[in-house]
C-alpha cells in the first residue's frame, strides 16, 4: 500500500526551524535538517534535493519528524536525538551519559596524530585518558593504523556507547578500560609515544551557560574541581609516568586557562610547553615533551 504523502519536505522543515528557533536552539535551520534528514535517511545534499523537486513526506515519517523537533526545541541535544556524533572521519554512538564530543576537538586530536605519524618506530604508542566516546583514540587509531592505542575511561554510564565505538572502529589496534585514569596502564610506563588527554576542566562554580551542555553532558565530563584543573594535574603526573623521554603531551582546555596550564607543566619539568589557536583563533590546546 502507498503510504499517505501529507506534507512537503521543504514546508516541513519551515515548521520545524520555526518550533526550534522558538525554543533558542542556536541553529535551527541547520538542525532541522539534520533531523528531518536522520528521520528520512537521507544525507543533508538528498535531502535539499528533496526540498527543490518539492517531494512529499509519509505521514508517518511527518511525525517522527514532529516528534525529533519537539525534543530539540526542548534543548535535547542533536546527538542524543539521532544517537550519533560525527567526528573527523567517524560517526560515533553517543547519548546520555557520555560527553557529546565537540569540533573543536577534532583539531587537538590532529596534534596526536601528527606525533603518531612522525614517530620512527614501527609502532608507536598513543594513550587517550578519558575517552568518553571514544573520539580521540578512534581518531588516532584509524588514521595512524600502525599505532598502538590505549584509551580508558572512569564513568560506567559513558561506557556502553564507548565500548560500541571501539567494537566498530577500535577492532584492529585499540584497547578500552574503565579505570581511574590515574592507575591507568602500568604495564606501558615509559614506552609511550604520546598521551592526549580532553579532561574536565570547568571550574565548579562556572556553570555552563547553554542549556544542552548544563543540563545532559555529565558532570565527570565538565567540571574538574574548584579551579578547574584537578584532573588537568592527574594528568600531567600519569602522562610523565607513562611517556617514554622525549613523549608528546597533547592537551585540550579552556581558552582562559592557557596561563595556568603552562604553569601547572612548567612546574612539573615539561619541555617546549605551546600553546596552539582553534578556528576562532583562541589558545584551546596545549602541547609539551617530556
Ligand atoms: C571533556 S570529556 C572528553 C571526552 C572525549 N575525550 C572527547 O574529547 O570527546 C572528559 C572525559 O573524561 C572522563 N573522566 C573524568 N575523570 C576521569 C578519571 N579520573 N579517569 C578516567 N576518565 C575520567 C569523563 O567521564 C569524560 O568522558
Do not use: C
Not at 544542552?212 to 565527570?220: G, I
Amino acid at each position: 500500500m502507498t503510504p499517505e504523502l501529507t506534507i512537503s519536505v521543504a514546508d516541513l522543515l519551515v515548521s520545524g526551524t520555526e518550533l526550534l528557533s522558538a525554543g533558542g536552539v542556536q541553529s535551527p535551520a541547520v538542525d532541522a535538517e539534520l533531523l528531518l534528514a536522520h528521520v528520512l535517511e537521507l544525507s543533508r545534499g538528498e535531502l535539499q534535493v528533496r526540498v527543490v523537486t518539492g517531494a512529499l513526506v509519509s505521514a508517518a515519517h511527518e511525525s517522527s519528524a514532529r516528534a525529533f523537533f519537539a525534543r530539540r526545541a526542548a534543548r535535547e541535544p542533536l546527538q542524543h536525538i539521532t544517537g550519533i556524533a560525527p567526528f573527523r572521519n567517524l560517526e560515533l554512538r553517543v547519548g546520555p551519559g557520555v560527553f557529546v564530543p565537540r569540533p573543536e576537538t577534532e583539531t587537538v586530536v590532529q596534534f596526536a596524530i601528527d606525533a603518531l605519524s612522525a614517530s620512527a618506530t614501527p609502532e608507536p604508542i598513543g594513550v587517550d585518558l578519558g575517552t568518553g566516546s571514544g573520539a580521540i583514540a578512534l581518531s588516532m587509531a584509524t588514521e595512524v593504523p600502525r599505532a598502538r592505542i590505549f584509551a580508558v575511561e572512569l564513568s560506567s554510564d559513558a561506557m556502553p556507547y564507548t565500548s560500541e565505538n571501539f567494537r566498530r572502529y577500535g577492532s584492529d589496534n585499540a584497547t578500552l578500560i574503565n579505570a581511574d585514569l590515574g592507575d591507568a596502564f602500568p604495564e606501558l610506563d615509559g614506552t609511550v609515544d604520546v598521551v592526549i588527554s580532553n579532561p574536565p576542566y570547568i571550574p565548579a562554580a562556572a556553570i555552563p551557560r547553554d542549556i544542552e551542555v548544563r543540563l545532559h553532558d555529565p558532570a565527570l565530563a565538565l567540571y574538574g574541581g574548584e579551579d578547574g584543573m584537578d584532573v588537568v594535574r592527574r594528568v600531567s603526573v600519569t602522562a610523565q609516568r607513562l611517556l617514554h623521554q622525549g613523549g608528546t603531551l597533547v592537551l585540550e582546555h579552556g581558552e582562559e586557562q592557557a596561563a595556568a596550564i603552562a604553569a601547572l607543566l612548567t612546574a612539573d619539568g615539561w619541555n617546549a610547553v605551546a600553546h596552539h589557536k582553534d578556528l576562532l583563533g583562541r589558545d584551546r590546546a596545549t602541547t609539551a615533551l617530556l
